[in-house]
């Protein structure tokens, strides 16, 4: 039996909204009264969804998302020892525990579910062997997208185990729930890519790297612009974080699924 998302949807779609619009119109002093009549929601209600999904509070949300410090790298000119288990201690906060492997053969079958989520309706689809592909719906259709990759593979749409994990770690992005096991990621791409996302996916929550601190990391100081090919080229929004990718300049750079999207997402993040 297919689980019924329809309450979610509004409550979803509220948030997003919210949240977009918070950035289009620049809400940079908005006060809690004033968020929460645009919401049409008590004040204390207000606060409940952004703590319930973002982890956070909405004016602090707000203080974050445009905060001249937003894209700042860390980058420590010594290493100490205390920087050693600060970072083992960090690791520790990666975001997923995921398991990325190259698709050796084309899959029987993939499955494909759209849910309903804060940032935008989510595609997620998978096979036997794992997470093949999670996009926005509202900037790179799923079902298409996903058809240029398998062109001849069966497609079908269903709430899968697998599928609805995803979800399940998607909900609990910013605010841990529940333990989420490790996640098969197999996808198509080239070793390259691989190990492009594979240091993407260790990356600990609210930690912004750049290409050529991956390219070095990755043994190629020259392999900066492929690296950044590499980052544009994720089929998997989140899971794999390329949103923590900015310029080394401090401008939140490109992003797939929109640069207002990133911007959101490093904001919850900070």
Known sequence: ?????????????????????????????????????????GEWETQHLFQEYLGKDPL???????????????????????????KQAANQKASF?????????????????????????????SHESGICQITFEDTDHGLTRLKKTFP?????????????????????????????????VSVKASFFQISVWNELAILPKSELTTYGAIAQRLGD???????????????????IPCHRVVHQGGKIGHFRWGSWRKQLLLAIEK
């Open 1 to 41: 039996m297919e689980t019924d998302f329809s309450y979610q949807y509004q409550r979803m779609e509220l948030l997003f909204n919210t949240l977009k619009w918070l950035l289009d119109s620049q809400q940079i002093g908005i006060s809690l009264q004033e968020l929460a009549k645009r919401m049409e929601l």
């Open 60 to 86: 602090r949300f707000v203080k974050d998302a445009f905060s001249p410090s937003l894209t700042q790298v860390y980058q420590p000119t010594q290493i100490s020892i205390f920087d050693v288990f600060e």
């Open 97 to 125: 525990d995921l398991d990325i492997q190259l698709l050796q053969n084309e899959p029987a079958e993939i499955t494909y579910t759209v849910f309903p989520y804060f940032l935008g309706s989510v595609f997620i689809a």
């Open 152 to 184: 001849k593979v069966e497609l079908k749409e269903e709430q899968t185990r697998l599928n609805l994990l995803a979800y399940q770690a998607l909900m609990n992005y910013f605010v841990k729930k529940e333990k989420i096991p490790v996640l098969p």
């Open 221 to 239: 100081l020259n392999a900066s612009r492929a690296v950044g090919t590499a980052v544009g080229a994720n089929p998997v929004a989140l899971l």
